[in-house]
């Protein structure tokens, strides 16, 4: 079995701000009740037609050059996304395409907020069992285009943006291990209902605003916690480590107080938990991508650095990895 590391990290985040002074106007809120229940203060919002693969594009060119690999040289790229540029093909495809990438395989991950770090394990054991040598993997959506803005209790809460991470051999390890879970009993309590085969896009689908997320906030906020708590101490349970070996926590970025909540939980200081969430609310899988790619940029990771990733997410999904910095 090979050893795996990451090589380099890129982030892209559209440049229209939206403050929640503008979400004032919009709908009936206001950014002390926003701040206050969720942490967020701005989010970006990506231009009209970006689609997915836009965001990606310009994310994977920053860590491809970071990690010193030429895009020919990709075996592999896997895009984790809720907001795909179109149902097929695969915004995974359409970005090979942009970058030239001609000798990849290419396919998207989905599986929400979580989908940054399931791609990352799936791409991690493709390179560990002798498949592949590079892998390109992104977290990437354009929320905007999902969510209803007339709905105050969603639409304070997301924001667009794309975060890429490339993966290669090492000698050494790198992935250490990762924990994933699933509960296919809880699809309603955070979906989209419209657009897919059981309630394909029609006048009704418009009319009854099922194009758009459908969120139990209360519900989601509860367990939440506990999965998060659960899989990054399952985690570290596999990789023979303990919570207090833990130099820099990214969790999702879906409410401040559930990230308190789970450090309070798993005993982990502030400095060492990357937070953005004030500036770009919950990107979904994009998330966690670009957490990881800016405290690497603020060079709260070393070599040697234990990082623990750990999302959850619509499905519900969850997951955690363990990766020592090399
Ligand atoms: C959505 C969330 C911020 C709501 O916060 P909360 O403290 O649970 O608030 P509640 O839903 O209990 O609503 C409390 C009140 O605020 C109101 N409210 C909801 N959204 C509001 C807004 N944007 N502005 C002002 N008031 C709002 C509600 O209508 C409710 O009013 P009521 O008491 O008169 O009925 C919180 O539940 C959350 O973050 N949940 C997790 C969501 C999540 O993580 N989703 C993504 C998963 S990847």
């Known amino acids: 079995m090979k050893f795996v590391k990451i090589a380099g990290l890129g982030k892209y985040l559209p440049s229209k701000r939206l403050l929640n002074s503008d979400l004032e106007k919009m709908v009936d809120t206001s950014d002390e009740w926003i701040i206050a229940r969720t942490g967020i203060e701005e989010r970006r919002i990506a231009e009209k037609g970006v689609g997915a693969s836009g965001l990606a594009y310009k994310a994977s060119q920053i860590a491809l050059e970071r990690a010193g690999i030429d895009p020919q040289d990709l075996d592999l790229i896997i895009v984790a996304t809720i907001t795909p540029d179109t149902q097929f093909p695969s915004t995974a495809c359409y970005l090979q395409d942009y970058l030239k990438a001609k000798k990849a395989v290419c396919f998207d991950m989905s599986a929400a907020c979580a989908g ?9 054991q493709l390179i560990r069992g002798g498949l592949y040598k590079n892998a390109l993997v992104v977290g990437s959506e354009v929320l905007s285009t999902i969510t209803d803005w007339e709905d105050r209790s969603t639409c304070v809460l997301f924001g667009d943006g794309a975060g ?13 291990s990762a924990y994933l879970g699933s509960d296919g009993s809880q699809t309603d309590i955070l979906n989209m209902p419209g657009g897919g085969s059981r309630n394909p896009i029609s006048s009704e689908v418009i009319d009854n605003r099922m194009n758009y997320m459908k969120m139990k906030g209360n519900e989601i906020f509860k367990i939440a916690v506990r999965i998060m708590v659960q899989a990054a101490n399952k985690a570290l349970v596999k990789a023979n480590l303990d919570k207090s070996s833990i130099d820099m926590l990214i969790p999702h970025q879906a409410n401040q107080r559930i990230i308190s909540a789970v450090a309070k939980r798993l005993s982990i200081p502030k400095d060492k938990i990357y937070l953005n969430i004030a500036r770009y609310g919950n990107m979904s899988s994009a998330s966690s991508a670009v957490a990881l790619c800016e405290a690497w940029e603020d060079k709260k990771i070393h070599k040697d650095s234990i990082v623990v990733l750990d999302a959850f997410g619509g499905g519900l999904v969850w997951g955690s990895c363990v990766i020592k910095w090399v």
């Open 116 to 124: 940054f770090v399931y791609a990352l394990v799936n791409a991690w």
């Open 164 to 176: 890429a991470a490339v993966l290669t051999e090492s000698t050494e390890p790198g992935f250490l």
